[in-house]
């Protein structure tokens, strides 16, 4: 109970003085940090630019309405590139995710000092480098075009759906798996009966909420030419198209609000 | 139990049960599967082609060199972080007070709805389209990916506060309440001792991501990593890019590794 002495009467504090000193010292030290990172990007930006952006912005958004609303006609195929580029690369990811997402659960893995740190090692590497530089690198090998992207979504994603299917596999509840190993299963029985049918909600629901991200984050794989809408936004503004930009921003706008209702669906159905 | 001369076996249940949406769903995705794959353009000359030069590709990476371009990746590395640290208490700091807003058993409904509006439309935009924009507003450098960083987490960290405060015990909050607080009070007392554990793991792994995403302004000129690896593409030193990769997955690990630990010691 943390109680302060005041001239003889006892008073309430919500912490001990030593946790009270504790946290003003973290927040003593985040401070500084942050004032001194504050400074270093003050000195690399130019001031001028920045008081001179409200008139900036004001000139963009008079130049980017209204949307010029032919166009679409030639945005329904990126559009198909774009689903396409997320839902292929979200089939990919998890066909490889699954084996690493086994081999990385504690409970499943065959090797918890070999093949366990390799899976996690996977995952990590696959989670940290984002989907527009795998794209960037894979432009370089296979091409470009919606293939690169396919597999840059499918890199990029095989780490999440990984990382979370092997927590919802450790989270499994071991009697069930006990139960169907007293029957004499063998060890592929015990996965498809004992283990699989306690992980597929969370499988399932993995998958939707993945595949939602994928469409937002293929719509601008096109900026290092992967395919997808991303490549008329990035064509609409080298030519200073504003009219075109802005009628893909809302073409963007529109398919990760479908996206995100029908994922929403999905997992309010399955969960 | 009627006797049949046929051992009766036992199937288990599909995960589906409606077996008409079960078989519609297949029928939708092989559909689906044979439109996409049709207007896949796969140029597999092209990939076949791509094989060798993917191999030299790959070996172009190795060994990674960490020590010719020292200089222009220790100054990307750091420009990153210093946007990650600032763009990560900014993004905080401001999406606090939308959070609160966004809250339904908080705020009325007008402030409700466009606190709500404030999330969906910076969660929509990726951050490099954002960045896209910052750059032709604040010009190149790290305050323009700073800016579009901070945006991005006002969306994502203020739709999660706002969850989490919906998902509060109310009774906590009805007593102080009960005590007469005011409404900071309230909110201080009531409200912030229950959201601030997970609120603090969530920052980290915001941090976490603002750190990664700062790799990728760069390569619209938003200042930080991105532009150096960008660089390094563009001259073919692919293994000083694989130097680059390899620091970026060894930072995240480390984050990661620093928020699991803080977690702990919170909770």
Redesign the interface.
């Known amino acids: 109970m943390a109680v302060r002495d005041v001239n003889g009467l006892k008073q309430w504090q919500r912490r001990e003085r030593g946790k009270q000193f504790a946290i003003w010292a973290a927040w003593l030290a985040?401070v500084a940090?942050?004032t001194?990172?504050?400074q270093?990007?003050s000195e690399?930006?130019?001031w001028m630019?920045?008081l001179d952006?409200p008139r900036?912005?004001a000139d963009?958004a008079e130049r980017m309405v209204p949307p010029k609303w032919s166009y679409m006609s030639s945005l329904w195929v990126p559009l198909?590139?774009t689903l396409?580029i997320a839902?292929?690369g979200t089939l990919m990811a998890i066909i490889i995710a699954v084996p690493v997402a086994f081999c990385a659960a504690r409970n499943t893995t065959p090797s918890v000092y070999f093949v366990r740190p390799v899976a996690l090692f996977v995952i990590?590497?696959s989670?940290?480098?984002?989907s527009?530089?795998w794209a960037?690198?894979l432009v370089?090998?296979?091409?470009p075009?919606?293939?690169a992207g396919?597999i840059a979504i499918g890199l990029r994603s095989i780490g999440f759906c990984a990382k979370l299917l092997y927590e919802a596999i450790e989270e499994i509840d071991p009697n069930q798996v006990e139960a169907v190993t007293a029957t004499g299963a063998s060890g592929a029985q015990v996965l498809s009966?004992g283990i699989v049918?306690q992980v597929?909600p969370a499988f399932?629901g993995i998958t939707v909420f993945r595949w939602d991200i994928n469409i937002?984050?293929s719509?601008?794989l096109g900026?290092?030419g992967a395919g997808g809408i991303g490549l008329q936004?990035d064509a609409s503004?080298s030519t200073l198209a504003w009219t075109q930009v802005s009628l893909i921003?809302l073409a963007?706008?529109a398919t990760?609000?479908v996206s995100e209702w029908v994922s929403a669906r999905v997992r309010h159905a399955i969960i | 139990m009627s006797q049949t001369g046929e051992p009766r076996t036992w199937k288990?249940p599909p995960?589906i049960q409606n077996a008409r949406l079960r078989w519609g769903l297949w029928l939708g995705a092989a559909v689906?599967l044979t439109l996409?794959f049709g207007?896949?353009?796969?140029?597999w000359g092209?990939?076949v082609e791509?094989v060798p030069?993917?191999q030299r590709?790959i070996a172009s990476f190795f060994p990674p060199d960490f020590l010719s371009r020292w200089e222009e990746i220790f100054d990307g590395i750091y420009?990153s972080?210093?946007?990650t640290?600032?763009s990560t208490?900014i993004g905080v700091a401001l999406s606090i007070p939308v959070g609160l807003g966004a809250a339904r058993n908080l705020s009325p409904t007008p402030v409700y709805l466009a606190c709500r509006a404030i999330v969906a439309l910076s969660r929509?935009?990726?951050e490099?389209?954002l960045a896209?924009?910052f750059v032709?507003?604040?010009?190149f450098?790290?305050?323009a990916g700073?800016l579009a960083l901070s945006l991005a987490t006002i969306g994502f960290y203020g739709k999660l506060l706002a969850e989490d405060i919906e998902a509060m015990d109310p009774v906590q909050a009805e007593a102080v309440k009960a005590t007469g607080a005011s409404w900071f009070q309230w909110l201080n007392y009531a409200v912030q001792p229950q959201v601030l554990p997970r609120m603090i793991g969530l920052g980290l792994y915001r941090f976490d991501i603002n750190f990664?995403?700062s790799?990728?302004v760069g390569?619209?000129g938003g200042?930080g990593i991105g532009a150096t690896?960008?660089t390094s593409?563009d001259r073919y030193e692919f293994d000083s890019a694989a130097a680059i990769?390899l620091i970026?997955?060894a930072i995240?690990?480390g984050v990661?590794y620093t928020s699991g630990f803080v977690r702990r010691w919170v909770q």
């Open positions: 985040g940090v942050f001194y990172c504050w270093l990007i690399k930006t130019i630019f920045v952006s900036q912005a963009l198909w590139d396409n839902t292929l990590v590497a989670r940290s480098i984002n527009l530089i960037l690198m370089t090998i296979i091409g075009g919606v293939f396919v009966y049918p597929l399932a937002r984050e719509t601008v900026l290092v936004l503004i921003l963007i706008l990760v609000v | 288990r995960f689906y996409a207007t896949l353009e796969v140029d092209r990939v791509g030069r993917g590709f420009e972080l210093w946007m640290v600032t208490v929509t935009f990726p490099i389209i896209i924009f032709k507003l604040f010009g450098g790290p305050f700073f990664r995403e790799a990728v390569i619209v200042g690896l960008l593409f990769l970026i997955i995240v690990m990661e």
